[in-house]
């Protein structure tokens, strides 16, 4: 069955560190990828997406990510962390073209004065 | 632009009540969807609606009924709620003809069943 794993829960990063959020999907043909950011009591926001083409996709707010097939990936990555970037971080996926899009569990991410 | 609009933001029923969630987008969107958000669950799939006339089951379809009315708008239906059933509920739209993917997002219904 189509599944996104997120495999922290929680992550704590010091402003101004750099960061890293894992995703891997289940096995399917290249799927469509995305990372949405929730905000506290807000609603959810893309960040950036990945359909095809060149495997490393820059979004909003100085986020990237790379799709990596052979790992079945697609982490998140920022530079530098404002304190403004804590919130819940989110990855989903289509895997058959066919409109189905499953999110991951989250993974809330602290930031560290 | 009031893009996704959900009715009601906040509801509290008791056990074997029905009710029903409306969602309504102005966008023109061809898909339309039903999450639902709990503490340490992210968010899963309820129902999902392709196009108008279509509906299908999506992670978590059991105790739900959906109607996609017209392209619009997409009901989601509690015919006996239970207390699983507390939670966050967020309708959401995409615009599957420029294959854009992006999902946007109501600001979702919170649901209380007693």
Not at chain 1, 89 to 105: S, V
Not at chain 2, 86 to 112: I, K
Request: aromatic content about 12%.
């Amino acid at each position: 069955a189509q599944s996104v794993t997120q495999p922290d829960i929680h992550i704590t990063v010091s402003e101004g560190a750099s960061l890293e959020l894992r995703c891997n999907y289940s096995y399917g043909a290249t799927p469509y990828l995305f990372w949405y950011v929730q905000s506290p009591g807000q609603g959810l926001q893309l960040l950036l997406k990945y359909f095809s083409g060149d495997t490393l996709v820059q979004g909003i707010k100085g986020f990237e990510a790379e799709f990596k097939r052979s790992q079945s990936s697609f982490n998140l990555r920022k530079p530098s962390v404002h304190w403004s970037d804590a919130a819940e971080y989110f990855c989903a996926t289509e895997m058959n073209r066919d409109d189905k899009i499953i999110f991951g569990k989250g993974t809330r991410l602290h930031i560290l004065p | 632009n009031a893009g996704v609009t959900q009715t009601p933001k906040f509801q509290v029923l008791k056990t074997g009540q029905s009710m029903t969630l409306q969602c309504a987008q102005d966008m023109n969107h061809n898909s339309m969807y039903w999450y639902r958000q709990d503490p340490g669950m992210g968010l899963r799939l309820i129902y999902y609606s392709a196009s108008e006339g279509t509906t299908d089951k999506g992670e978590v379809p059991n105790g739900y009924n959906v109607s996609r009315l017209n392209k619009r708008e997409f009901s989601l239906r509690l015919e006996s709620a239970a207390p699983s059933q507390t939670s966050v509920y967020f309708c959401a739209s995409s615009d599957r003809t420029r294959n854009t993917g992006e999902l946007f997002f109501g600001e979702g219904s919170r649901l209380t069943v007693l």
